[in-house]
């Protein structure tokens, strides 16, 4: 029997939104119809597979949105359809839905599921893959916490953000002779904070992974100031933590799969900065601005390298893969070998080894 060819493909941002994702929804939609596919968008991510919302999509839907950031199909992180938050009574009560996403995959008609999302995306591709949906998975993220792949779209641009807004804290904070803490997002990696605060001339970078000892952060100020230099920026990643403290949250939602939302860490940093070295502090978060707006140039092309290598896949009936940057190049790996692992900062990591070669302290 010939290989059916696949005719109608649904498409899907998991997980909340990130620059770039619309660059990857005209990727895939602009080759899917020149290869006589129709394409259905799923609208709000799982949430719209698992309550059966959905809109076609036609070559004019994607025309103009290359550089447009967030999504048009809407996001939404608490629609894990395997850990489905519905309210009954005033109570939140968590579900097993997915064979709701089953049927409607098939009520839609659809030969292939293309979800475009993070760690949390892929792993609720890998579960349907396993009960039979034919699934392509595309890696989004500013956090690039991905392992299988070198990089996810929507990096580039937060960190851009990140060192932009040090650029403008730098001269504020020579001018009036303080310490910036500047927080970051990130969760468990510290991608966001290294890169970001490399490129913006961050003088103390703290990440998850190198818990930090308050004495060295202390001790860089002061080291600084004795140099002529009475400012100082800290970038710091919402996940870090002292070596004698533990993770800041700001929140607790069980209607997602991880409920712990951090947030607060520059608070701690700056109220013990200004305590211990006498300097006077201000704490900048930036939040969401870092998952805002358009994506950069990097990002639009990886985006849209990521979404025409997606629906090649789907062409060829490669499904259970995830679309991954190796290099330069754009290669697949299976779903569940790329759920198996977090990308975290290495000690020998290049980006760490060159930072601490220009004097940036981590704090250990
Ligand atoms: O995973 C992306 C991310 O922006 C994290 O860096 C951050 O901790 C989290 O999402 C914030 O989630 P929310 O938009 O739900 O507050």
């Known amino acids: 029997m010939a290989p059916f060819k696949v005719k109608r493909v649904g498409i899907l941002t998991g997980g909340g939104d990130c620059p770039g994702l619309n660059a990857v929804i005209r990727g895939v939609t602009k080759p899917a119809i020149e290869h006589g596919m129709t394409v259905l968008g799923i609208i709000d991510g799982f949430e719209g597979l698992v309550e059966g919302k959905s809109k076609e999509i036609y070559n004019k839907d994607v025309s103009g949105i290359l550089a447009m950031g967030g999504t048009i199909l809407g996001a939404s992180n608490k629609g894990d359809p395997f850990h489905y938050p519905v309210e009954k009574d005033g109570k939140i009560e968590i579900l097993d839905l997915g064979e709701e996403a089953i049927k409607n995959y098939k009520l839609w008609n659809l030969d292939c599921l293309i979800g475009i999302g993070g760690d949390g995306t892929m792993h609720i591709l890998n579960k349907l893959s396993l009960m039979g949906m034919n699934c392509v998975g595309v890696p989004k993220t500013i956090d690039n916490d991905l392992d299988a792949t070198d990089l996810t779209f929507g990096h580039d641009s937060a960190i851009f953000v990140v060192s932009a807004a040090l650029d403008r804290l730098h001269t504020t904070a020579s001018s009036h002779h303080r310490v910036i803490v500047v927080e970051v997002m990130g969760r468990y990696a510290g991608w966001i904070a290294l890169h970001g605060g490399l490129a913006g001339g961050a003088d103390i970078i703290l990440l998850p992974e190198i818990p930090f000892d308050w004495e060295k952060v202390y001790e860089k100020i002061r080291q600084r100031e004795m140099q002529g230099k009475k400012f100082s920026l800290v970038c710091v990643s919402e996940g870090a933590?002292?070596?004698?403290?533990?993770?800041?949250?700001?929140?607790?939602?069980?209607?997602?799969?991880?409920?712990?939302?951090?947030?607060?860490?520059?608070?701690?940093?700056?109220?013990?900065?200004?305590?211990?070295?006498?300097?006077?502090?201000?704490?900048?978060?930036?939040?969401?601005?870092?998952?805002?707006?358009?994506?950069?140039?990097?990002?639009?092309?990886?985006?849209?390298?990521?979404?025409a290598f997606a629906i090649d896949l789907v062409a060829r009936r490669k499904f259970g893969r995830m679309v991954s940057l190796r290099g330069n190049e754009v290669k697949n790996v299976k779903i569940k070998d790329a759920i198996s692992k977090q990308k975290l900062v290495q000690p020998k990591t290049q980006a760490l080894v060159a930072a601490r070669a220009v004097g940036i302290s981590f704090g250990d």
């Open 241 to 307: 933590k002292p070596k004698d403290g533990s993770i800041v949250q700001k929140g607790h939602d069980i209607k997602r799969t991880d409920p712990v939302q951090l947030g607060g860490i520059a608070e701690v940093v700056a109220k013990n900065i200004e305590l211990n070295t006498g300097r006077e502090t201000r704490v900048t978060v930036l939040g969401h601005v870092q998952r805002g707006g358009t994506p950069t140039p990097y990002d639009r092309i990886l985006s849209t390298k990521f979404g």
